[in-house]
């Protein structure tokens, strides 16, 4: 069965230092991964998709992901963290050939002042 | 751009009372439009997905319905609810346009006392 996992329900980072935010998934056939956030009492936003092409990918507020076929991960990272990044992140990935799209049980970012 | 109109964006119902939440979106044709329940502030459930009107797939047996009178119009509904269905309700869409990323709308925070 297709699934995500995000490990860590929670990470703290001190602002102005890089965080990273893991995601591992399981798959069959080429995934589609995607990387959104939730402020509280919010939808979610959309940040940066990998689909095909270059594994690093860049997206919204300077935040990236790597892909990494070998792990089966999808980890997301910023350089240098803000404490306006502080949110719900949540990895999903979408079954090759369907609509269906497969969320993680999210990570709830901590950015300390 | 499109945009997704959800209704109400919070609601307070007995158990065993009847549910009707609304779904309108603008700005595009023919999208895929999900329905999401997210519990405790954490992970996404689908529930339902459609891809056309008329056209509706359950992912989770269970006390709720949907349907797709419209285009863009997708309607959760329930004629009894039970305290398990307080949570927060997400409707989403996917177009053509939009590739492959989901884009959501604000929520419904329901809550069955």
């Known amino acids: 069965a297709q699934s995500v996992a995000q490990p860590e329900d929670q990470v703290n980072v001190a602002e102005g230092n890089p965080l990273t935010v893991k995601c591992t998934y399981s798959?069959?056939?080429?995934?589609?991964l995607f990387w959104y956030v939730q402020y509280p009492n919010r939808g979610l936003q959309f940040l940066l998709k990998y689909i095909t092409g270059d594994n690093l990918v860049k997206g919204s507020y300077g935040f990236e992901a790597e892909f990494n076929k070998s792990q089966t991960s999808f980890h997301l990272k910023k350089p240098s963290a803000l404490v306006s990044d502080s949110a719900l992140y949540f990895c999903?990935?979408?079954?090759?050939?369907?609509?269906?799209?497969?969320f993680g049980t999210g990570t709830r970012l901590k950015v300390l002042a | 751009s499109q945009t997704i109109h959800q209704w109400p964006a919070t609601l307070v119902q007995p158990v065993g009372s009847p549910l009707s939440l609304e779904c309108t979106v603008e700005g595009t044709s023919n999208p895929n439009l999900y329905w999401y329940r997210q519990a405790a502030g954490r992970g996404l459930q689908l529930l339902f997905y459609?891809?056309?009107?008329?056209?509706i797939s359950s992912e989770v047996p269970q006390n709720l319905s949907a349907s797709r009178p419209q285009d863009r119009q997708f309607i959760l509904s329930s004629k009894k609810l039970l305290l398990s269905d307080s949570g927060f309700y997400l409707c989403?869409?996917?177009?053509?346009?939009?590739?492959?990323?989901?884009?959501f709308g604000p929520g419904t925070r329901l809550t069955v006392l």
């Open positions: 989403a869409l996917r177009t053509v346009i939009l590739s492959n990323e989901q884009f």
């Open positions: 798959v069959s056939g080429n995934p589609y």
């Open positions: 999903a990935v979408r079954e090759p050939g369907t609509y269906k799209y497969i």
């Open positions: 459609s891809v056309g009107i008329g056209q």
